[in-house]
């Protein structure tokens, strides 16, 4: 009897487990240069405490359109950060999503002052300068499926550039503080589609938007030529296609505008801070540093 007690208890443990690893999200792709680093026990590291715990705190909110920005402490030891949660998914799977972010990009970035982790349901990044409503192209990420295709490759590329250029004019025509997301699928064969997604963070104006967008929609001969799937990740915008359908499109609608970026008061100050460097960087199939 014991035994099999014990037996049922060791299942639902195994289940659990099992059940909260399927929760993870999906890891892509992270970069933190060792360039600027800090000391444990420094301000820096105290605002960044700070900063990725107002991220985590605020993740949970319905009101904030799956993208959220704050700052913490003040210059030279201030932190600007920031995530931004894909368009389509719950407000469940955002807060989950940052959450493991806040605590993965530590692990992976501990005395880094400029980091940036990208999973499949959001990304999360912070710096020592402010990086608010500002374009990033300096980091590109490549993802693409080891896979051709072998129906019209020619009109295929043509079809995933048109498409995605598209969609990117309807992300960054979306009003101040809404998502700049959008979806599309389109016919390739009698049989199969093709499915498109874009995203800017809401924090771009339309220009800026579109700019980021136009630059990642250029690397896509670099990338994925005539590749079943691929995307292009930058700091401040992305895109993907794939011929299965990857998004929830019933759930792209918008949402009210995030608020505005709060200054969160600095902690008690610490000894004066001094640098040493890491290498601390992952490529998923190819980073590019411009």
């Known amino acids: 009897m014991d035994s099999l007690k014990f037996s049922t208890v060791l299942l639902s443990l ?3 487990a099992i059940i909260t690893q399927a929760q ?5 792709s992270y970069y933190c240069p060792n360039t600027t680093t800090f000391t444990r026990d420094s301000t820096y590291q105290a605002n ?3 900063l990725l715990s107002s991220l985590s705190s ?3 909110r319905n009101n904030i359109n799956g993208f959220y920005n704050v700052s913490a402490g003040q210059d030279p030891d201030a932190v600007y950060g920031m995530f931004l949660c894909r368009g389509d ?6 807060r989950n999503c940052v959450n493991f972010a806040a605590k993965d990009v530590l692990e992976r970035c501990p005395i880094e002052k400029v980091a940036m982790i990208w999973f499949d349901e959001c990304e999360l990044r912070y710096s020592n300068r402010n990086i608010f409503s500002t374009v990033d192209q300096d980091i590109t990420i490549f993802m693409m499926s080891p896979n051709n295709v072998t129906v019209q490759p020619d009109r295929f590329n043509q079809l995933v550039e048109t498409t995605i250029n598209d969609i990117a004019a309807r992300a960054e025509s979306a009003p101040s503080g809404a998502k700049k997301f959008a979806v599309q699928q389109v016919n390739y064969t009698g049989i199969q589609k093709l499915y498109t997604l874009v995203q800017c963070t809401p ?3 339309t220009p800026d938007c ?11 001969g670099n990338c994925c030529n005539r590749k079943q799937g691929g995307r292009v990740l930058f700091a401040s915008c992305n895109f993907r296609y794939e011929l299965y359908e990857f998004y929830n499109a ?3 609608a918008e949402a009210a505008p995030p608020p505005p970026p709060v200054a969160l008061s600095p902690p008690p100050t610490s000894g004066p801070e001094t640098r040493k460097g890491k290498v601390d960087n992952a490529l998923f199939n190819c980073l590019v540093v411009i």
């Open 58 to 60: 605020n993740a949970t």
């Open 89 to 94: 998914v719950s407000n469940s799977v955002c």
């Open 210 to 220: 579109s700019r980021c967008l136009q630059g990642a929609i250029s690397k896509l």
């Open 48 to 50: 960044l405490n700070l």
């Open 203 to 205: 924090d771009l104006s």
């Open 24 to 28: 993870d999200p999906t890891f892509l």
């Open 14 to 16: 195994l289940s659990l």
């Open 250 to 252: 019933t759930a792209a």
